[in-house]
């Protein structure tokens, strides 16, 4: 059955989107079938594709207006076996709106659902949706988490990262415990390591401690390459293949299959 | 009279934090009585002074239950003139209770109007007050910006950077226009800037065209020691008062302080 993950941490500038658009880049590299929904306003995993923002309908049709998520799809080029359900810049008023609207945290869920049962009908079964988040708790985080199966959470090697750790786990305790039992966080990655400071060592190594199971243990080095794709329209996966952080995202990916939903 | 900075972007990981804690710690090692506010339930600038935030009340009463500014007010040690008045693990529930709040975006306006007034009558009046806002554009930025007076954008030198700025700027002239016809965005930093990569070149030469007035045209370079000052509870200031990005902030803060609110 297919495997959704959410890529979520109120920490902003984390890697969430880096980590998202890459690891669905190299799935699906492998012939596995995937789908990034980009929940962020901010449409960052949509640029990173190449998607144009402006006329499109995407995400808070599917969320606020119920539009199926089969009509928002966009194909990304260079990767048959890629698509995107892009944000456009109306996503930017559906946290307002979802407050007073009934089963507001169900919405993405109820969306996701009925798309993988109607491309398991046509026998096109996803394998991977991946769904990147804003870096905030709100309803739109919350619509991904209830949506998702597993939850994986990318920790930048900064001081600043540990932080709220605290807080994103105690609001997955809440989603498991009243809207989504079945979601678990399965898997941590970190980003932007540079292994000459201290400090990402150190961040590194309180999390093997803590996390030992859930770590990918696969650091993403902080890298010029990965944040130049994107003003091309790529990922590193094809801007850079051969560079340290698309090596890095391949082993990640690879890992995340190889793992299945184990532990 | 005081200078009232919102500090916002809802990018994340752009340096907001980092911008608001050092430039109003340089203000106050020039004698300039200075109080940064920290509407981040992330906590990181009160972390950044070494503030506990387990015991203490902090921004969220002060928000969503009226108590006077000058009971959360903490003096931040090692600066004399430099005042903080802290998030606390419970302002994450603050901008969920404020949706129904009569005046909701009015908050924390009358709070520092009250305070500022306060410190004037006993002949302590503050020069700055900065305020460090969350990744989003919510009703905690909309607070902020509705307190404030001028508003200072820290733009990473990256790609998605420029991307997110339109929407930021269309909430200001929303602002403007509905709840605060004095705010101006007088104030544009570049952060996190490394000359050896044409990305960051791009992205400063864009800024210096689009925004040459605005512009603090001393960009901030991207340096280990800013990033490991927070693990020690301090800022670059007194961590590494020599290094390139303490003389950086040091220097953006001198050409604030310069400028005044001309624009
Ligand atoms: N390994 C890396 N090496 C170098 N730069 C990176 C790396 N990963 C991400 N970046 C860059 O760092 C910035 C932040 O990354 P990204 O936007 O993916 O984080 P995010 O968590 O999605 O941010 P937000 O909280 O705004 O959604 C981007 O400019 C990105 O290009
Ligand atoms: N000039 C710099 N050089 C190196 N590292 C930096 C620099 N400025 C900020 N950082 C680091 O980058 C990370 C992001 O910065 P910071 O937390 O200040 O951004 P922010 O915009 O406040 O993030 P958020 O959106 O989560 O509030 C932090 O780990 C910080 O220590
Ligand atoms: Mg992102
Ligand atoms: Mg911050």
Redesign the interface.
């Known amino acids: 059955s297919t495997r959704i993950f959410t890529v979520a941490n109120?920490?902003?500038?984390?890697g969430k989107?880096t980590s998202a658009v890459n690891i669905a880049a190299a799935l699906a590299m492998g012939g596995l079938r995937t789908l990034l929904i980009d929940l962020d306003?901010?449409?960052?995993a949509s640029?990173a594709f190449g998607i144009p923002r402006d006329d499109l309908q995407g995400m808070y049709e599917v969320i606020n207006h119920d539009l199926p998520l089969r009509d928002v799809l966009v194909q990304v080029s260079g990767y048959p076996d890629l698509y995107c359900a892009p944000a456009t810049?109306s996503l930017?008023n559906s946290?307002v709106e979802l407050?007073s609207l009934v089963a507001r945290e169900m919405r993405l869920k109820k969306a996701v659902t009925n798309f993988l049962n109607e491309s398991a009908e046509k026998n096109q079964p996803f394998d991977y949706v991946i769904i990147d988040c804003?870096?905030?708790?709100?309803l739109l985080t919350l619509n991904a988490l209830v949506a998702a199966k597993e939850l994986l959470i990318p920790i930048?090697c900064?001081?600043?990262s540990l932080?709220?750790l605290a807080?994103l786990l105690h609001t997955l305790s809440l989603v498991q415990e009243h809207l989504n039992p079945e979601i678990k966080l399965t898997t941590i990655v970190l980003t932007m390591f540079?292994g000459r400071?201290?400090?990402a060592n150190?961040v590194a190594a309180s999390v093997r401690q803590h996390y030992p199971a859930e770590l990918i243990d696969i650091p993403i080095p902080r890298a010029?390459r990965i944040?130049?794709a994107?003003?091309y329209g790529q990922t590193v996966m094809t801007y850079d293949p051969i560079s340290n952080g698309a090596t890095a995202y391949m082993a990640v990916a690879r890992e995340i299959a190889n793992r299945g939903v184990g532990i």
């Open positions: 109120q920490k902003g500038g984390v989107t306003p901010q449409g960052n640029t810049q930017a946290e407050v804003p870096p905030s708790l709100g930048q900064e001081y600043y932080e709220g807080l540079d400071t201290r400090l150190d010029v944040s130049e994107p003003s």
